[in-house]
C-alpha cells in the first residue's frame, strides 16, 4: 500500500506551500493588463535583495537552464573564450551551452565535492588571456559543495572578464552579493529556495553585462535580455506570453520570504543543512563535500558495494520520503537531502528517520537505531 502521505526533500523542485498553491489557483488573467504589470513589477522588485543587487531582476518563462543559456548568448560572440568550473553535472552544462553556440570553453575540472580555488582561476585567466568571462556555480547542486564566488569576483572585476554565476541553488538560501562583490550576470530558478513549482527563471545583469551585451550580435530571439529589460521595465510587461500564475506565486512567496526575514531564512538554511549533515557521522558515513557543504542540500555517501539507487527507492516508494541519488560517476553511491524553501529543521527528523529506515532494508546496520536522529536533535535544540 502507497504511503498516504509523501514528503518531498529533493534537490529541485522543492515544496510549495499551501498559500502559494492557493495564490496560484486563482482565475488567469490576460497578461498584457493593469493587474499583471502591477505583479510583474512587485515581484521583480522583491527579487532584488534576495540576489544583493540594484540592478533590474529580468523573469523568463523558462527553467534555470534557461537563463543561463541566456547568460551566454547575450555576453559572448561566437568564437570567443570563456573559461568555466567543471565540478559536478552542472558546471558541465555551462561547457555544453557554450559548446552549442561556438564559443571555445576552457575547463577548471574540479574533483566532485570539492570547491574550485581561486588561484586555479587566476591561473586559468593567466593561461587564456582571451577570456571574456568566467562562468560557475555558487552552490553545485549535484555535488553539494559550494564555490568561493566573493574570491573568484576579486579575480574578474579587475579585469575584462565577466563573472557569470549560475545561483539557482543559492539565491534564497544563503546571502548573495552580486553588486559588492563584483558579479557580472546572476541567474536563479523558481523551484528550490523560492518556494514555486519549474518555469520562471531570473537573470540580472550588471552595468558591464549591460554594456557588453550592447555591442554582441550572437543570433537569439526568445532570450534577448535586452529587449526583455526594455519592455519589463519601460513597459511594464514582458516580450513573450510570461508564466502568469507562476508570477502571481512568486510575489505570494516573496512576500512569505520578506515577512519571515533574510537573516533569519539564511539562518534556518544553514540550521537544516547541519542538522542533516550531523547525521553522516552518526550513521558512521562520509559527506561528499565535507570542506565546502552547501546550505542547501546535503550529500551523504552510501557505504561501499551498497546499492544507493535502492535507499533512494525504498524511501520513496515504501516510505513516501523523496530524495535524489546521486548522477554519473556519483550513481548508486550517493543520497542527497534537499533542504531549500518551504522545509523546517524538524523535517530533517522525517528525512534522517527514513533514511536510516532505507539503510537496515538494503543491508547496512553499522550504526545503532535512532542514532541520526539523536544527532539532528541536538543539533537542531542548539538553535541556529
Same mark, same amino acid.
Given at each position: 500500500?502507497?504511503?498516504?502521505?509523501?514528503?518531498?526533500?529533493?534537490?529541485?523542485?522543492?515544496?510549495?506551500?499551501?498559500?502559494?498553491?492557493?495564490?496560484?489557483?486563482?482565475?488567469?488573467?490576460?497578461?498584457?493588463?493593469?493587474?499583471?504589470?502591477?505583479?510583474?513589477?512587485?515581484?521583480?522588485?522583491?527579487?532584488?535583495?534576495?540576489?544583493?543587487?540594484?540592478?533590474?531582476?529580468?523573469?523568463?518563462?523558462?527553467?534555470?537552464?534557461?537563463?543561463?543559456?541566456?547568460?551566454?548568448?547575450?555576453?559572448?560572440?561566437?568564437?570567443?573564450?570563456?573559461?568555466?568550473?567543471?565540478?559536478?553535472?552542472?558546471?558541465?552544462?555551462?561547457?555544453?551551452?557554450?559548446?552549442?553556440?561556438?564559443?571555445?570553453?576552457?575547463?577548471?575540472?574540479?574533483?566532485?565535492?570539492? @570547491?574550485?580555488?581561486?588561484?586555479?582561476?587566476?591561473? @586559468?585567466?593567466?593561461?587564456?588571456?582571451?577570456?571574456?568571462?568566467?562562468?560557475?556555480?555558487?552552490?553545485?547542486?549535484?555535488?553539494?559543495?559550494?564555490?568561493?564566488?566573493?574570491?573568484?569576483?576579486?579575480?574578474?572585476?579587475?579585469?575584462?572578464?565577466?563573472?557569470?554565476? !549560475?545561483?539557482?541553488?543559492?539565491?534564497?538560501?544563503?546571502?548573495?552579493?552580486?553588486?559588492?562583490?563584483?558579479? !557580472?550576470?546572476?541567474?536563479?530558478?523558481?523551484?528550490?529556495?523560492?518556494?514555486?513549482?519549474?518555469?520562471?527563471?531570473?537573470?540580472?545583469?550588471?552595468?558591464?553585462?549591460?554594456?557588453?551585451?550592447?555591442?554582441?550580435?550572437?543570433?537569439?530571439?526568445?532570450? !534577448?535580455?535586452?529587449?526583455?529589460?526594455?519592455?519589463?521595465?519601460?513597459?511594464?510587461?514582458?516580450?513573450?506570453?510570461?508564466?502568469?500564475?507562476?508570477?502571481?506565486?512568486?510575489?505570494?512567496?516573496?512576500?512569505?520570504?520578506?515577512?519571515?526575514?533574510?537573516?533569519?531564512?539564511?539562518?534556518?538554511?544553514?540550521?537544516?543543512?547541519?542538522?542533516?549533515?550531523?547525521?553522516?557521522?552518526?550513521?558512521?558515513?562520509?559527506?561528499? @563535500?565535507?570542506?565546502?557543504?552547501?546550505?542547501?542540500?546535503?550529500?551523504?555517501?552510501?557505504?561501499?558495494?551498497? !546499492?544507493?539507487?535502492?535507499?533512494?527507492?525504498?524511501?520513496?516508494?515504501?516510505?513516501?520520503?523523496?530524495?535524489?541519488?546521486?548522477?554519473?560517476?556519483?550513481?548508486?553511491?550517493?543520497?542527497?537531502?534537499?533542504?531549500?524553501?518551504?522545509?523546517?529543521?524538524?523535517?530533517?527528523?522525517?528525512?534522517?528517520?527514513?533514511?536510516?529506515?532505507?539503510?537496515?532494508?538494503?543491508?547496512?546496520?553499522?550504526?545503532?537505531?535512532?542514532?541520526?536522529?539523536?544527532?539532528?536533535?541536538?543539533?537542531?535544540?542548539?538553535?541556529?
Amino acid at each position: 500500500m502507497p504511503p498516504i502521505k509523501k514528503y518531498l526533500f529533493t534537490p529541485g523542485p522543492a515544496p510549495v506551500p499551501p498559500e502559494v498553491l492557493l495564490e496560484m489557483a486563482r482565475p488567469i488573467i490576460h497578461h498584457r493588463t493593469p493587474e499583471f504589470s502591477a505583479a510583474l513589477d512587485q515581484a521583480r522588485k522583491r527579487m532584488q535583495p534576495l540576489m544583493g543587487t540594484r540592478q533590474e531582476v529580468i523573469l523568463l518563462a523558462a527553467s534555470g537552464s534557461g537563463a543561463m543559456e541566456a547568460a551566454v548568448t547575450n555576453l559572448l560572440r561566437p568564437g570567443e573564450h570563456a573559461i568555466f568550473v567543471d565540478g559536478g553535472k552542472f558546471g558541465e552544462r555551462w561547457g555544453r551551452i557554450l559548446s552549442a553556440h561556438g564559443m571555445i570553453g576552457h575547463q577548471i575540472k574540479v574533483e566532485w565535492g570539492r @570547491a574550485v580555488r581561486p588561484e586555479q582561476i587566476e591561473d @586559468a585567466l593567466h593561461a587564456n588571456p582571451d577570456a571574456r568571462a568566467v562562468f560557475l556555480q555558487a552552490s553545485e547542486t549535484s555535488t553539494c559543495a559550494v564555490h568561493p564566488v566573493p574570491q573568484i569576483a576579486e579575480l574578474t572585476r579587475g579585469r575584462d572578464v565577466m563573472l557569470v554565476v !549560475d545561483g539557482i541553488t543559492s539565491v534564497g538560501v544563503f546571502e548573495q552579493k552580486m553588486d559588492d562583490w563584483g558579479i !557580472d550576470a546572476l541567474v536563479t530558478g523558481s523551484q528550490k529556495a523560492l518556494m514555486l513549482p519549474p518555469g520562471l527563471a531570473m537573470v540580472a545583469l550588471s552595468d558591464r553585462a549591460l554594456a557588453r551585451a550592447k555591442e554582441v550580435k550572437t543570433p537569439r530571439f526568445y532570450f !534577448d535580455l535586452l529587449r526583455e529589460l526594455r519592455l519589463q521595465r519601460d513597459d511594464h510587461t514582458t516580450a513573450w506570453t510570461p508564466a502568469v500564475s507562476l508570477v502571481f506565486g512568486l510575489n505570494k512567496s516573496l512576500g512569505m520570504i520578506h515577512a519571515e526575514g533574510l537573516p533569519q531564512v539564511f539562518a534556518r538554511h544553514q540550521l537544516m543543512a547541519e542538522a542533516a549533515r550531523a547525521a553522516a557521522p552518526a550513521l558512521g558515513l562520509k559527506l561528499i @563535500a565535507p570542506d565546502n557543504p552547501a546550505p542547501g542540500v546535503t550529500g551523504i555517501l552510501t557505504p561501499a558495494g551498497l !546499492d544507493g539507487g535502492r535507499v533512494v527507492r525504498h524511501m520513496r516508494d515504501a516510505l513516501g520520503v523523496s530524495v535524489q541519488g546521486g548522477q554519473d560517476q556519483m550513481k548508486g553511491k550517493l543520497v542527497r537531502i534537499g533542504h531549500m524553501g518551504y522545509v523546517s529543521p524538524f523535517d530533517m527528523l522525517v528525512a534522517v528517520s527514513a533514511l536510516e529506515m532505507a539503510l537496515r532494508e538494503a543491508g547496512y546496520r553499522d550504526f545503532e537505531s535512532g542514532a541520526g536522529l539523536v544527532a539532528v536533535q541536538r543539533r537542531i535544540e542548539r538553535g541556529a
